[in-house]
């Protein structure tokens, strides 16, 4: 890669490079850039809301690509440049655009840390990936109906099944959509409870409890953004699915439901009227994230991979970063051991209800949608 000067600057840390059709500012973020990567990106890991708590950070500069537009915000960090935006959608030839205009404003950057959800050989310039994360997407047509007819004939029999047994044991539930606000606290509070009860059946601990203090950040991401799906039952919650809507995209970041209840299917209902709930609202896609992806697949969610990159000046820096190797090296085997145990169990899983449902197969009625 080919490093030059930019064609144009200002005195206000501004530089142009009419070349690469990219502005990048050095010390500021302009007025109206952090509202704009709302809609532009429909991402919510790309939005100041998640920029301040889970990422502990907060932007110092902007790279502005025109001709498509794009708002890469980020800030420095030693010889490091590291770029907020991510799950966020970038052509290879625009990111690599991006990289180029950044690289050339600040010259002892030897490495860009940099998310696409492209292939990275597409970037066409040094670089390592650091990790991978699928985000489990569904992309929504304009009706629930035609949500429900994409559906595999197995779910479509599993939610009629679990939509009588509840009208059935439980005719009084209902749900409800609740901004979070000030609230979350208490609402997080029976969310977990019903986490820690249902994993500690099993023997294991919950990352909640592995990672106290996701409790607070994710507290705070509520104040700011989010909003409660709360199914009730006799006046008492319980269901909680945690959203949060941006841009044309609905995030499904947790969700959970009382033990009582787990034989009624609530888990699977509650994340069936959210699906449905974003689709009557006129959104273009759910993100349903990562992790349990067979169980996903049945709302016809597709996995969006991710690509967590160090993008390097050249090749010399690349070899200088070898440490970092080393890291990414045992993150591959953690995270290979952690995908081994979640196949086995969903394939186990998968198993033994495809026996209950031939056994159940001859008492069930006709295929139409839950109400």
Not at 245 to 250: A, C, F, I, K, N
Not at 320 to 332: F, I, T
Request: net charge positive.
């Amino acid at each position: 890669m080919t490093i030059t000067q930019p064609t144009t600057a200002s005195p206000e840390g501004t530089l142009v490079f009419p070349d690469l059709r990219a502005t990048v500012y050095l010390a500021s973020v302009p007025n109206g850039l952090a509202e704009e990567i709302d809609q532009l990106y429909s991402s919510l890991f790309t939005t100041m809301d998640w920029f301040a708590t889970h990422d502990d950070a907060e932007p110092t500069g902007a790279c502005i690509l025109e001709r498509p537009r794009h708002v890469l915000l980020f800030y420095v960090k030693g010889d490091t440049l590291e770029v907020l935006n991510k799950a966020f959608e970038i052509a290879p030839q625009d990111a690599r655009r991006a990289c180029t205009a950044l690289f050339r404003a600040v010259p002892r950057a030897r490495r860009i840390h940099l998310e696409v959800m492209f292939p990275p050989a597409e970037l066409r310039l040094p670089l390592r990936t650091r990790y991978v994360t699928d985000h489990m997407m569904i992309d929504l047509p304009d009706t629930v109906d035609a949500y429900y007819a994409s559906l595999g004939r197995s779910m479509r029999r599993n939610l009629r099944s679990a939509r009588n047994h509840l009208r059935r044991d439980h005719p009084d539930a209902a749900t409800a959509i609740v901004v979070a606000g000030d609230d979350g606290s208490a609402l997080l509070e029976d969310f977990l409870t019903w986490k820690r009860a249902r994993f500690g059946e099993k023997g294991r601990t919950t990352y909640w409890d592995d990672k106290p203090d996701l409790v607070g950040r994710f507290v705070e991401l509520l104040r700011r953004r989010g909003e409660a799906h709360v199914t009730t039952i006799g006046g008492r919650r319980a269901a909680i699915n945690f959203v949060f809507p941006v841009g044309d995209t609905l995030c499904a970041q947790e969700s959970s439901f009382d033990p009582r209840y787990e034989r009624a299917q609530l888990g699977l209902l509650s994340q069936y009227e959210v699906v449905t709930n974003a689709v009557e609202r006129g959104a273009a896609r759910m993100n349903l994230l990562w992790g349990s992806a067979s169980h996903k697949r049945h709302f016809g969610a597709v996995a969006h991979r991710a690509a967590a990159l160090s993008v390097f000046r050249d090749q010399t820096a690349r070899l200088w970063s070898l440490n970092e190797a080393a890291g990414v090296g045992r993150r591959r085997l953690r995270r290979a051991a952690h995908a081994y145990y979640w196949k086995t169990r969903h394939a186990a899983g998968d198993a033994v209800r495809a026996r209950r449902r031939r056994a159940a197969r001859d008492a069930r009625g006709g295929d139409t949608p839950p109400a």
